[in-house]
């Protein structure tokens, strides 16, 4: 099929037209198989086509197809939102808005934040990700491709390096920079909120280090300062845990989701403390698709099949895989390109290097393509687009996440 009627601004990391999938499995239109090691980009943790999500999904289409939540609330918002705001991990009530995507949770978070505490100015890191709508781009910390071209971005956003072992960052380094940047840069009673990500999808699965985390919550409360935590990508169990902000000891004012919230649905959320959810006035949050009834019940559905205890199984087992085949590379020199193993718990990431150290960037775009042409696909990711980021469905049958990993390996043995 003709792609003409595509902008080309849009770029396409696999040249294939799918037609279907089961679980972590998709076929193209030629009927070829492939192992999905990209899941969306992180979006289907619970697999292509679950049927619970599906089964869902269905029965709320022979009911209500859509309605605007702040013309005339209705039941499917109502129930999904009582049942999100009891998977969050805090002791403190919960409250919350939903959105059409992880990008436009964050700009929500940006209104809330400043509304809160009429405040305007933002901190966020190197190498994180936010979205592609115009404010998230200048939260964004990578300029190629996203803030290219694009002139002036709203802010005021400043940058500070992110603390974590995969990035060689300390937490001394970081408390440095965060001390100069209100020294030299910015009055921190100026500051609305500071932007992070427990572990960064786009930069490469980079892991915060817990200690500055801790430090960042100290520092937020003392200066009055939200701290937003983005887990669009890291949560709904993508770690193995329900949320990836339990592993670094704090809890969020406002919590970004998306991506893995219902099934492949279009569907985000912004969740937090209530007092500042309900500063903005009556009619200042909303939308006309927010929170749409399909979604919805796909949301409600996907939350059931995301219990704690399938959660840490289906996370063990990816864990486990990942760790015992990247050990034994290690050990055996599968090829002289291997780097480290970025991430924690489930989300984890491969890292190739040069044997001189430098990313080998070349050598992953041939890693893509002989994945591809064996029946694998995968993620590239990192600033220097040399960390393939692992996201296969957290559902995936043993067998085929092995017969994935057995691919890998050999197409990683072929590499020059």
Not at 168 to 191: P, T, Y
Not at 238 to 243: A, E, K
Request: charged share 15%.
């Amino acid at each position: 099929m003709s792609q003409a009627s595509i902008s080309r601004s849009i770029s396409f990391v696999h040249p294939l037209q799918l037609s279907h999938g089961r679980n972590a499995e998709v076929w193209d239109v030629n009927g070829r198989r492939y192992i999905d090691f990209v899941g969306g980009i992180g979006v289907l943790n619970l697999g292509h086509c679950h049927p619970q999500v599906v089964a869902a999904i269905q029965e709320q289409a022979t009911r209500l197809t859509h309605y605007a939540f702040n013309a005339i609330p209705h039941g499917p918002y109502l129930h999904f939102m009582e049942s999100l705001t009891d998977f969050i991990p805090v002791p403190w009530p919960v409250s919350g808005m939903l959105t059409n995507s992880g990008a436009e949770a964050a700009e929500n978070a940006l209104k809330i934040a400043r509304g809160a505490t009429r405040r305007t100015a933002v901190v966020a890191f190197d190498g994180g990700f936010h979205g592609r709508t115009l404010a998230t781009l200048n939260l964004n910390g990578k300029v190629a491709p996203y803030k290219q071209g694009v002139g002036v971005l709203p802010g005021p956003v400043y940058h500070l390096p992110y603390p974590s072992r995969d990035t060689g960052v300390s937490v001394e380094q970081g408390l440095q920079a965060l001390e100069r940047l209100f020294a030299v840069e910015i009055d921190v009673a100026e500051v609305a909120c500071v932007i992070v990500e427990p572990v960064q999808g786009e930069g490469g699965f980079l892991a915060l280090e817990p200690a500055f985390a801790q430090a960042l919550r100290r520092f937020c409360d003392e200066h009055g300062i939200v701290l937003v935590i983005d887990e669009i990508q890291s949560g709904f169990g993508r770690t193995g845990q329900r949320f990836a902000f339990t592993r670094l000891g704090i809890e969020p004012d406002l919590l970004l989701l998306g991506k893995s919230i219902a099934g492949g649905l279009p569907l985000g959320a912004v969740v937090g403390r209530r007092e500042l959810l309900d500063a903005l006035p009556k009619g200042a949050l909303g939308g006309t698709y927010s929170g749409n009834p399909l979604a919805c019940a796909a949301g409600l559905a996907s939350l059931e099949a995301m219990s704690d205890a399938n959660l840490a199984t289906w996370g063990e087992l990816l864990e486990s895989t990942v760790s015992a085949r990247h050990a034994a590379w290690q050990a055996n020199g599968l090829t002289p390109f291997l780097g480290r193993l970025t991430g924690v718990g489930a989300m984890r990431g491969i890292e190739l290097r040069t044997p001189d150290g430098k990313p080998a960037s070349a050598q992953l775009a041939q890693l893509l393509e002989r994945a591809r042409d064996a029946g694998l696909l995968l993620m590239p990711s990192g600033k220097a687009r040399n960390i393939v980021r692992l996201l296969p469905p957290l559902t995936i049958e043993p067998t085929v996440l092995n017969e994935g990993f057995d691919i890998l390996e050999r197409c990683l043995a072929t590499l020059a």
